[in-house]
T-cell receptor, first 112, second 114 residues
Framework: DTAVSQTPKYLVTQMGNDKSIKCEQN?????MYWYKQDSKKFLKIMFS???????INETVPNRFSPKSPDKAHLNLHINSLELGDSAVYFC???????????FGPGTRLTVL | AQSVAQPEDQVNVAEGNPLTVKCTYS??????LFWYVQYPNRGLQFLLK??????LVKGSYGFEAEFNKSQTSFHLKKPSALVSDSALYFC????????????FGPGTRLSVLP
């Protein structure tokens, strides 16, 4: 009964490929987020969705496209992967916009 | 735009001693402040938050934080450190605009020595 789950946990792929990371939360929260954590552990918000509506879209390349099929899911699709995309990607959810967040375990993406 | 500073990359403390992890912030309007902890190869876990009210906020695992508006600080404290508290700690601030965006500090690595 994991609260926020992500798949896959590890993703190793070649430059130029397209990949997706899936996120699901079973907490009944309205808001979901994607974060990127780089090798120095800096954490930066990428996207935020509230009730399937995009709220925050930080300066992220348009190769990154979030999709929220329903309130419980927020997937991240990445086109034409680059070396610099290598990082740990975290999904999170919160009961309301601006509330404390519950994070998933992360997906470690390695682009070769 | 809001920002968060955690002036110490690393804090070392002996087990049983009090610990402090520092955080200062910059935000327009009233601050909404959070502390999270990250253990190795795990996601972040929420510890505590300050929205309004008492300046001393109590959270999980015996942690507390003191909000100081004049010094724009929100330092994390614990009276008696445990070895198991060793982890990466992040301070975060939320802006009050439409997006209610979160900005995280760079993190402070806490090592509690036995």
């Amino acid at each position: 009964d994991t609260a926020v789950s992500q798949t896959p946990k590890y993703l190793v792929t070649q430059m130029g490929n397209d990949k997706s990371i899936k996120c699901e939360q079973n907490l009944g929260h309205d808001t979901m987020y994607w974060y990127k954590q780089d090798s120095k552990k800096f954490l930066k918000i990428m996207f935020s969705y509230n009730n399937k509506e995009l709220i925050i879209n930080e300066t992220v390349p348009n190769r990154f496209s979030p999709k929220s099929p329903d309130k419980a899911h927020l997937n991240l699709h990445i086109n034409s992967l680059e070396l610099g995309d290598s990082a740990v990607y975290f999904c999170a959810s919160s009961p309301s916009r601006g509330g404390e967040q519950f994070f998933g375990p992360g997906t470690r993406l390695t682009v070769l | 735009a809001q920002s968060v500073a955690q002036p110490e990359d690393q804090v070392n403390v002996a087990e049983g001693n009090p610990l402090t992890v520092k955080c200062t912030y910059s935000v327009s309007g009233n601050p909404y402040l959070f502390w999270y902890v990250q253990y190795p190869n795990r996601g972040l876990q929420f510890l505590l938050k300050y929205i309004t009210g008492d300046n001393l906020v109590k959270g999980s695992y015996g942690f507390e934080a003191e909000f100081n508006k004049s010094q724009t600080s929100f330092h994390l404290k614990k009276p008696s450190a445990l070895v198991s508290d060793s982890a990466l700690y992040f301070c975060a601030v939320r802006d009050n605009g439409y997006g209610q965006n979160f900005v995280f500090g760079p993190g402070t690595r806490l090592s509690v020595l036995p």
